[in-house]
């Protein structure tokens, strides 16, 4: 196709690809344009991820394509249960790369970046409590309990989507898993 370019364009039976942009689309804002591109490349990036981090013993944890100061970013967090190395985001980093150059997604300059969700990893479910067992989280409810928001302490356990932490003064704290407002591992 040489240097056509595709953009995600808004009609009657919804979102679609085309190869020039519509007088109705141009009318649209650019932050409500990018939007929808952000959103068409994020999917096209996990169908393709699906596919190859199974292969190298990884799953994905996240993905985000916005623009920011110096400019637009794709960022992917890869985990695993054994920790993610400099090795399997250099892996994801070339193999990804490739694939968006010969895709040819992303029509202007950006950034990818290929890393682990970190020590502070955030706790989105009761599964990743329950997987970080015996570990240190940090821990903000939608409503005071006992007087506050914020706990932190140990996962001791995790038992019908109810959370048990056992705060640094030996209390023990149990909230269910909907009561989280924010969660996140702390060191």
């Given at each position: 196709m ?9 009609n009657?039976?919804?979102?679609s690809v085309c190869g020039y942009m519509?007088p109705a689309?141009?009318e ?5 344009r ?5 959103e ?10 699906k596919d190859?981090?199974?292969?190298m ?5 996240d993905?985000q ?7 637009w970013?794709l960022?992917?967090f890869?985990?695993?249960?054994d ?11 070339r193999?990804l790369?490739?694939y968006l150059?010969v ?8 950034h990818?970046?290929v890393?682990s969700?970190g020590?502070?990893r955030?706790?989105?479910s009761a599964?990743?409590?329950?997987r ?10 939608s ?8 706990f932190e302490g140990?996962?001791e356990?995790?038992?019908e989507?109810i959370?048990?932490l056992r705060l640094?003064?030996?209390t023990?704290?149990q909230f269910p898993?909907?009561?989280?407002n924010?969660?996140?591992l702390?060191?």
């Amino acid at each position: 196709m040489g240097n056509a370019r595709f953009f995600l364009c808004l009609n009657d039976t919804g979102l679609s690809v085309c190869g020039y942009m519509p007088p109705a689309l141009r009318e649209v804002p650019a932050w409500l344009r990018d939007g929808w591109m952000s959103e068409y490349i994020i999917d096209r990036v996990k169908e393709f991820l699906k596919d190859l981090l199974p292969s190298m013993e990884l799953e994905l944890f996240d993905i985000q394509f916005r623009r920011e100061g110096h400019g637009w970013v794709l960022r992917v967090f890869v985990d695993t249960d054994d920790g993610v190395g400099h090795e399997h985001c250099s892996k994801v980093s070339r193999e990804l790369s490739y694939y968006l150059d010969v895709e040819d997604l992303i029509e202007h300059a950006y950034h990818l970046e290929v890393s682990s969700p970190g020590l502070e990893r955030p706790l989105r479910s009761a599964a990743d409590f329950c997987r970080f067992t015996g570990g240190l989280a940090r821990v903000k409810l939608s409503e005071n309990r006992e007087g506050k928001k914020v706990f932190e302490g140990v996962i001791e356990r995790v038992s019908e989507n109810i959370i048990d932490l056992r705060l640094e003064d030996k209390t023990l704290v149990q909230f269910p898993f909907e009561a989280i407002n924010k969660a996140r591992l702390a060191i």
